[in-house]
T-cell receptor
Framework: DSGVTQTPKHLITATGQRVTLRCSPRSGDLSVYWYQQSLDQGLQFLIQYYNGEERAKGNILERFSAQQFPDLHSELNLSSLELGDSALYFCASSLHPAAGTYNEQFFGPGTRLTVL | DAKTTQPNSMESNEEEPVHLPCNHSTISGTDYIHWYRQLPSQGPEYVIH???SNVNNRMASLAIAEDRKSSTLILHRATLRDAAVYYC???????????FGKGTRLHILP
């Protein structure tokens, strides 16, 4: 158990819909990361938040958005869903970004999204 | 981001050492070498990281070539539980995000 929790575990929805995935980081971790894993694209970095602020952006579609709340939990919002958005979405957390020190990431169990 | 090259898959026998190679010829001076693995139906988990010197921890050892253009993850005594996809990743220590490649799928034979 990494200490990172994600809800829900599974989500089935229809094209065009909007969903919200939730992540609670490990106690004390300030950074949250979102990744998408699909069969054809592998594991892709989407976005990182640190202490409520966006810190880095990866291959995140404009239909997707995220935020980190004052209690440090994070939500990933996916809208206008398409069949190709079906994937596993992982959240990870780490202590804090600090130049010159190493911060391993702890991954949650993932949310499996199926778009029909 | 600097790229890594790993074999698509490898096989090893249970209770034997496993050497997982990784080439990273375009590594820069500020790049760490990280290894993560992903067990079936789980999220990735950290294995080990290094900068220039060889590293050991309870899970594995990391051997880094003198020119840093390649590295090898060593599992000293593989168990069935070590069957996973192993990702070799380069990351600038100033940048926290992980850019995963395709990794090596390790099969352990009983």
């Amino acid at each position: 158990d990494s200490g990172v929790t994600q809800t829900p575990k599974h989500l089935i929805t229809a094209t065009g819909q909007r969903v919200t995935l939730r992540c609670s980081p490990r106690s004390g971790d300030l950074s949250v990361y979102w990744y998408q894993q699909s069969l054809d694209q592998g594991l892709q970095f989407l976005i990182q938040y640190y202490n409520g602020e966006e810190r880095a952006k990866g291959n995140i579609l404009e239909r997707f958005s995220a935020q980190q709340f004052p209690d440090l939990h994070s939500e990933l919002n996916l809208s206008s869903l398409e069949l190709g958005d079906s994937a596993l979405y992982f959240c990870a957390s780490s202590l804090h970004p600090a130049a010159g020190t190493y911060n391993e990431q702890f991954f949650g169990p993932g949310t499996r999204l199926t778009v029909l | 981001d600097a790229k890594t090259t790993q074999p698509n898959s490898m096989e090893s026998n249970e209770e034997e050492p496993v050497h997982l190679p990784c080439n990273h010829s375009t590594i820069s001076g500020t790049d760490y070498i990280h290894w993560y693995r992903q067990l079936p139906s789980q999220g990735p988990e950290y294995v080990i990281h290094g900068l220039t010197s060889n590293v050991n921890n309870r899970m594995a050892s990391l051997a880094i070539a003198e020119d840093r253009k390649s590295s090898t993850l060593i599992l000293h005594r593989a168990t069935l539980r070590d069957a996973a996809v192993y990702y070799c990743i380069l990351g600038d220590y100033r940048d926290d995000k992980i850019i995963f490649g395709k990794g090596t799928r390790l099969h352990i034979l009983p």
